[in-house]
């Protein structure tokens, strides 16, 4: 059974920093890509970042240059370390994979940062 369990969302003021984890069960890890995603209320779902499994990263322009993905393969866990956070970055987070034809998608975690 694939799961995706993500931790780390909160409030925080616009400039904060927060942290935010994604342990994965249940999936070859190491050799998955893995995705964070945010959903803000009557938005559609965004890609934030992605991390391949030769650590190659992509980070939508909104972010570039105040997020990091990063993962722990003998944790198999996914980070996401956003720094410089923005009102408009306020949304419920969302860890996400690919499997072959399927596709798995944490609980998600919500963050919200105050002007």
């Known amino acids: 059974q694939v799961q995706l369990v993500e931790s780390g969302g909160g409030l925080v003021q616009a400039g904060g920093s927060l942290s935010l984890s994604c342990a994965a069960s249940?999936?070859?890890?190491?050799?998955?890509?893995m995705d964070w995603y945010r959903q803000a209320p009557g938005n559609e779902r965004e890609l934030v970042a992605l991390?391949?499994?030769?650590?190659?990263?992509n980070y939508a322009d909104s972010v570039k240059g105040r997020f990091t993905i990063s993962r722990d393969n003998a944790k198999n866990t996914v980070y996401l370390q956003m720094n410089s956070l923005k009102p408009e970055d306020t949304a419920v987070y969302y860890c996400?994979?690919?499997?072959?034809?399927?596709?798995?998608w944490g609980q998600g975690t919500q963050v919200t940062v105050s002007s």
């Open positions: 991390i391949t499994t030769g650590g190659i990263t």
């Open positions: 996400n994979t690919h499997q072959g034809p399927y596709v798995y």
């Open positions: 249940g999936i070859a890890f190491s050799f998955s890509t």
